[in-house]
């Protein structure tokens, strides 16, 4: 894949700081390519639910973010109009890393999949959960 014209990682990195959700909860852009990306979230107790695994709900935003940023590297600005994901295993971990890709870039439509994964100890993760989006671009 291609990137748009002005991709870069710092318009990412810019889009991240700006969205008051990802910086409450302390998502960082680690990489960015031209249809992929990958971010970061330390593991933090506040994040949980009632038994000490990460949120689904914050697994669902990890999941969609990646799905985003990914497109947005290809096409620029965009908004989901489909989101799905499946929890694979109880997530936890020293922190969680989520890696988008952009299979399929359309005129119309942009289908985005996300990974997420948790780190055990250093260097070894497993798999916790899955994400499919379906987005549009948005003009301007």
Not at 59 to 67: E, N
Not at 71 to 94: Q, Y
Not at 99 to 123: D, H
């Amino acid at each position: 894949m291609t990137a748009s014209p002005g991709f870069d990682l710092e318009r990412l990195v810019a889009t991240n700081a700006s969205a008051a959700f990802n910086r409450l909860v302390g998502f960082e852009v680690v990489s960015a390519g031209a249809g992929e990306v990958e971010l970061r979230l330390p593991w933090r107790d506040d994040l949980t639910q009632y038994a000490g695994h990460l949120h689904a709900g914050m697994i669902a935003a990890l999941l969609d973010t990646a799905c985003g940023f990914a497109a947005a590297s290809i096409v620029g600005s965009v908004t989901a109009s489909h989101f799905s994901m499946n929890c694979l295993r109880p997530a936890v971990g020293r922190c969680f890393i989520a890696k988008g890709v952009t299979p399929r870039v359309g005129r119309r439509q942009i289908f985005a999949r996300a990974e997420l994964f948790a780190e055990i100890e250093q260097g070894k993760t497993v798999l916790v959960a899955t994400g499919e989006t379906l987005l549009i671009p948005l003009a301007g």
